[in-house]
């Protein structure tokens, strides 16, 4: 089984960063496909970022340019690095893994494409 872990998240001013971390449990990391997910009250989950076990990535139009996914196999961690927030990035932030065999270059885009979730970790941006 592999149980994921999310911090990091807070309270921070428009404008600002916040660096997410997602540490994950279990042999595979480095096979693992990985991706950010966000949730806000009222609204459907929905796509944030997601890192292929070889490392290709791809993004949400509402983040391109501002955050960033990325992994470290060394710590079994993924991580979301966010700038220049803004208040509809307010949201539950949730990471999301899914075992192989997977091509090195598959990013899987849609919730039901992942088999483990974490807890979430809240994201609050003020104006």
């Known amino acids: 089984q592999v149980q994921l872990v999310e911090s990091g998240g807070g309270l921070v001013q428009a404008g600002g960063s916040l660096r997410l971390s997602c540490a994950a449990s279990?042999?595979?990391?480095?096979?693992?496909?990985m991706a950010w997910f966000r949730q806000a009250p009222g609204k459907e989950r929905e796509f944030v970022a997601a890192?292929?076990?070889?490392?290709?990535?791809t993004y949400a139009d509402s983040v391109k340019g501002r955050f960033t996914i990325s992994k470290d196999n060394a710590k079994n961690t993924m991580y979301l690095t966010m700038n220049s927030l803004k208040p509809e990035d307010t949201a539950v932030y949730y990471c999301?893994?899914?075992?192989?065999?997977?091509?090195?270059?598959?990013?899987?885009?849609?919730?039901?494409?992942?088999?483990?979730w974490g807890q979430g970790t809240q994201v609050t941006v003020s104006s």
């Open positions: 999301a893994a899914r075992s192989g065999p997977l091509g090195r270059a598959v990013v899987l885009t849609t919730p039901a494409s992942y088999n483990y």
């Open positions: 279990g042999r595979a990391f480095s096979n693992y496909a």
């Open positions: 890192i292929s076990w070889s490392a290709t990535n």
